[in-house]
């Protein structure tokens, strides 16, 4: 009984060995397998310097090469797979010196934990990086006095390994740009790093179709002209987009979500901008949605503003427009204190019920945004415990004595301008008709056993 | 134990033959179907204005008419004989005093569980259902609100004489703790050092019911962000699994000594006769 019961066992551990036998065979006669893969690693310098200018250096697609490497001369480098390029050294993996290189279909992957330290860095004009996949614990790809470059359609993943909880300080920029004019960074995806895209001192950057998350700041502009960040998205960040210290900005049809766990989150964050345009982007989930300071002759046209704690926060700011856009279902719409001058027209807001009497649609009576609780928490922050507590508007109402410099809604419109968001799904609703009644009914039987009826 | 469970079933039936427990079902469920009519469909899941003005509704008519039925429950035993001819027998105080607190938690329970599932279920109907995991939320705020103010209640009742003291006590702690709470705070914390607001403020915010209650739903919502940067800890605290535990503690600790001190009285008052 016991033989038998044994053998299979035996037979089993036999079997497993001879596998463990079969794939070290295997894996010792196939070179260049992942296994290996340090220390075979190709040096990628003599490969370029063997590249003739305006050549095409072709790397191979299941090979690891070794940085670093310099490129000083206008050539093309891409992989007919996806080559990868393991840095370990001081320098980056890449650096470009030439104007007019092409980087196409290459993996990076840079293990120095050094967030000033970019994998890539470009030192020069007119280049075009595509489809580029960027593993970095430091940064991804720096422009440095570099201009008219195209950064397109990558990959910038930053420190994971020990979780999303990586401090921000530790992580590198996703795509930095600095006194570097004209660059146009589309379509590329960047997460779990400090910035997504940081842009200093650099003019006329165009920033379109990216996704940022998981990071410090989704979009980032210091001290830049007529920036144009157009169509992205940022998910889970402390901000979405932060502008700052900026003139002539263009934010149009950006979506920014779930920037909401960070005591500091906003969607949208312009702090000293003005004569900008910020239109048609919706802010939804956040912890505020809109956050403005210091901002003037800003208009703001068509934005979405819906579902965030607090949909705008107008703090020190004059002179700007909001126009023809909706707040739905923030639970506070809008604050406001030391502003002045700001008009407000034509906006949605969902918890206000108006009164058109020229049924144009608009309302002939204003929307007044009070500031009193703003103003109470600028002084002593700990008040803020007392958000939406329910005795709060009852000391409000005491001192809402002259309302001429509330920021006001002079013509709210009555019905929203966009259309309503996709449906609950039917499950949930069909779930929760049959729980509620079967709650009601309980409750009622309950209630009729051991209440209402005698004995 | 069996004199607590008697007391219980009678306080249960006592319950549902005042006329008072169907006037507050009524307006509850009212309330909250009329709320969740208004409501727009955006914004039921998460901590939304949709969401927050549930919150209020509950904050304002919950703790009023818990503290109403509670003391006026027990102020009737000695204004109507009923405990007299029951402390003719050997009844132990804390037996009474426990049996009538479950008995009124499952009235008042059952009063709210009647008006979400009444506003729940036709909210349903129109598509305005919360999704299930705001709506378990609410009832979990709801029945904590009602077990915390039914402790203040029981102390009420031990304390009043008649239903007209109880009324006015119940209404003026229901306004203190309720309406007037910021007001007050705000009047009294702008004494005190800067620093020592915050501290005096967070212990304050334990002794209120009404708000220790509601922030910590605010945060289990995913709106804990929104008190800023003073209370990160706190919140990063209550957000973990180990922070319901706590904060249930602190809720059984609420209602151990608040009907401890119920008891306490009514013993006292017992003795004097």
């Known amino acids: 009984m016991k033989k038998a019961f044994r053998r299979p066992g035996g037979g089993w551990r036999r079997t497993a060995r001879a596998i463990g036998l079969v794939g070290f065979l295997f894996a010792a006669c196939a070179p260049g397998t992942q296994g290996s893969a340090a220390e075979e690693a190709i040096p990628l310098q003599p490969l370029i310097d063997g590249t003739p200018s305006g050549g095409t250096l072709v790397l191979a697609g299941d090979r690891p090469y070794a940085g670093p490497a310099v490129i000083d001369k206008p050539i093309s480098v891409r992989s007919d797979g996806e080559a990868r390029i393991v840095n370990d050294e001081d320098e980056p993996a890449l650096t470009l010196r030439a104007d007019g290189i092409r980087l196409d279909r290459l993996s990076v992957t840079d293990r120095r934990a050094d967030p000033k330290k970019p994998a890539i860095l470009v030192q020069s004009d007119r280049n075009r990086l595509e489809d580029l996949r960027v593993e970095t614990r430091g940064g991804g790809i720096y422009l440095r006095e570099a201009n008219d470059n195209d950064i397109l359609n990558s990959r910038i993943e930053g420190l994971r390994m020990n979780g999303a909880n990586t401090a921000y300080s530790k992580r590198g920029n996703g795509i930095d740009l600095m006194k570097a004019n004209r660059n146009r960074i589309e379509g590329n995806t960047l997460s779990y790093v400090h910035d997504g895209v940081y842009v200093e001192s650099s003019n006329e950057a165009v920033v379109q179709n990216n996704q940022a998350f998981d990071s410090r700041y989704g979009y980032h502009f210091m001290f830049s002209g007529k920036p144009l960040l157009r169509n992205n998205t940022g998910s889970r960040n402390v901000t979405g987009g932060m502008i700052m210290g900026v003139e002539g900005a263009m934010v149009e049809g950006n979506r920014f979500d779930k920037q909401n766990e960070n005591v500091h989150s906003q969607g949208i964050l312009l702090f000293d901008v003005h004569r900008s345009e910020i239109v048609r982007n919706r802010v939804e989930g956040n912890r505020v949605g809109i956050y403005m300071e210091g901002a003037t002759e800003n208009a703001l046209a068509e934005n979405e503003v819906v579902r965030n704690f607090i949909g705008m926060q107008m703090i020190r700011s004059a002179g700007n427009t909001f126009r023809d856009g909706a707040f739905v279902a923030n639970v506070i719409q809008a604050q406001s204190v030391d502003s002045k001058d700001n008009a407000l027209e034509g906006n949605y807001w969902d918890d206000f019920r108006g009164l058109d009497t020229d049924g144009d649609g608009f309302s002939d009576l204003t929307y007044e945004i009070d500031p009193f609780f703003l103003g109470l928490t600028e002084d002593i922050e700990a008040y803020q415990a007392f958000f939406q507590s329910p005795g709060l508007p009852f000391l409000a109402q005491m001192f809402r004595a002259d309302t001429t410099n509330w920021l006001k809604d002079t013509r709210p419109l009555l019905a929203s301008p966009f259309a309503p968001d996709e449906r609950q799904p039917e499950g949930n609703r069909w779930f929760m008709l049959a729980a509620c009644a079967a709650l009601f009914a309980s409750s009622l039987a309950i209630i009729y056993r051991w209440g209402y009826r005698k004995s | ?273």
């Open chain 2, 1 to 273: 134990m069996r004199q607590t469970r008697t007391i219980a079933l009678r306080e249960l039936k006592l319950g549902f033959r005042n006329p008072w427990a169907y006037s507050f079902m009524a307006l509850f469920a009212v309330f909250s179907l009329a709320l969740v009519l208004i409501q727009s469909q955006e914004g039921l899941s998460g901590y939304t204005s949709t969401t927050g003005t549930m919150i209020n509704l509950m904050l304002y008519l919950l703790p009023l008419m818990t503290l109403l039925l509670g003391s006026f429950s027990l102020t009737a035993e000695k204004e109507e004989g009923g405990w007299q001819l029951l402390s003719s027998y050997a009844l132990s105080t804390s037996a009474f005093l426990s049996g009538k607190y479950l008995g009124l938690a499952g009235v008042l329970i059952l009063i709210v569980a009647f008006g979400f599932g009444l506003s729940g279920a036709i909210g349903a109907v129109f598509g305005h259902a919360f999704p299930p995991a705001s709506f378990g939320l609410f009832l979990v705020f709801a029945v904590l609100l009602i077990l915390l103010f039914l402790g203040i209640a029981a102390i009420l009742g031990a304390i009043c004489r008649n239903r007209w003291q109880a009324l006015t006590y119940g209404v003026a702690i229901w306004f203190f703790l309720v309406l007037g709470w910021p007001t007050l705070l705000i009047a009294l914390l702008g004494f005190l050092p800067y620093l020592w607001i915050k501290p005096a403020l967070i212990g304050l915010i334990f002794a209120n019911p009404a708000e220790l209650n509601r922030l910590f739903l605010i945060v289990k919502m995913g709106g804990g962000s929104i008190l800023g940067p003073e209370y990160y800890h706190w919140v990063g605290w209550i957000e973990r699994p180990t922070g319901s535990l706590v904060f249930a503690a602190v809720c059984v600790l609420w209602i151990a000594a608040s009907l401890g001190l119920a008891i306490w009285v009514w013993e006292r008052g017992r003795a004097r006769g």
